[in-house]
């Protein structure tokens, strides 16, 4: 696995995966949430299946290396969804390290 660090190419990329889904969110949310109920079960389907494409884009294509041994790893899916993450320092996300067993703001990498 080669990884490297985000550039800003990298975020202009995400932002042009999330943008167009919060349009449809929007979209959906003035289209379908005054049809009752089925229009928001419609809505709700659209946020769910969005948002778990999202995250499995981003499990895919990102890695962390931890603060303590820059053991650099892969997470999954479901660890993607529901760990802390924020973007001081680059990024990085709440995880325990693999290779140490401490929990760490591992570095956000971006997989090659």
């Not at 990884?3 to 349009?23: H, L, M, S």
């Not at 379908?32 to 709700?44: E, K, R, S």
């Not at 969005?50 to 995250?55: N, S, T």
């Not at 895919?60 to 997470?75: L, V």
Request: with cysteine.
């Amino acid at each position: 696995m080669t990884c490297r660090e985000p550039t800003d190419a990298d975020r202009k990329k995400a932002a042009a995966y999330v943008t167009p889904y919060i349009a449809v969110l929007a979209a959906g949310a003035l289209l379908l949430m005054p049809g009752g109920v089925p229009g928001a079960v419609v809505w709700v389907a659209i946020v769910v299946g969005g948002a778990l494409l999202l995250i499995r884009w981003h499990a895919r294509n990102t890695a962390y290396r931890c603060r303590d041994c820059h053991h650099e790893f892969e997470i999954s899916v479901l660890t993607d969804a529901t760990s802390l993450h924020g973007t001081g320092g680059g990024g990085w996300k709440y995880l325990k390290c693999p290779q140490c067993g401490k929990r760490t703001r591992a570095r956000v990498l971006r997989k090659e």
